[in-house]
């Protein structure tokens, strides 16, 4: 059986992200991001200020991922398939909402197969802190990615999603499905 430290992670998922990365790093399971021009110290759930960007954990240790079992393992959402069809089977066996709130998964569309990730952290009513994995395309995982409402009303419809190499939010919104509570309906 393949060890997973993901699935360590989710019996943290109350608590601070900081704490459970220094438990697992402390435990030998994960190794520290390598430290490097784009990606600066491995801190997570720096939460972003006026004179700083915010600053993400990369962990490229153990196995890459996709964000589907990633998420699934994280949130404890059972659902399967591509991303994209998370909001819609969801229906009838999830709570969903159009807002989010820690813990809950978000459901992205905009790419062919979607994309799912874990709220981390609610910093303001306009800026949430994700987990997620496989967003740069290489099996990584990315804690504390700060997400950006984008949509003209305020109603999380669209986002922005930090870039980890770029240091900065990306420049294209993503239209949001919706997030989708662990807990069944």
Not at 18 to 45: E, N, T
Not at 98 to 107: D, F, L, Q, Y
């Amino acid at each position: 059986m393949r060890f997973a430290p993901f699935k360590l992670l989710r019996a943290f998922k109350r608590a601070d992200a900081v704490f459970a990365l220094a438990a697992l790093a402390a435990l030998g399971i994960i190794a520290a991001a390598r430290p490097g021009p784009s990606l600066g110290p491995a801190l997570a759930h720096a939460g972003p200020t006026k004179t700083s960007a915010p600053k993400a954990f990369v962990s490229t240790a153990g196995p890459p991922l996709q964000c589907v079992p990633y998420a699934r393992e994280r949130s404890g959402v059972a659902l399967y398939g591509d991303a994209r069809t998370w909001w819609t089977q969801a229906e009838g066996r999830y709570r969903r909402s159009h807002a989010p709130a820690e813990g809950t998964v978000i459901v992205l569309g905009g790419t062919e197969a979607g994309h799912v990730g874990v709220v981390a952290r609610i910093l303001n009513a306009r800026q949430i802190l994700i987990d997620h994995a496989n967003w740069q395309g290489r099996g990584e995982i990315i804690f504390g990615a700060l997400v950006e409402d984008a949509s003209p009303g305020n109603d999380w419809s669209t986002v922005r999603v930090w870039n980890v190499q770029a240091r900065a939010l990306g420049r294209r919104a993503y239209p949001v499905f919706g997030f989708v509570l662990a807990d069944g309906v």
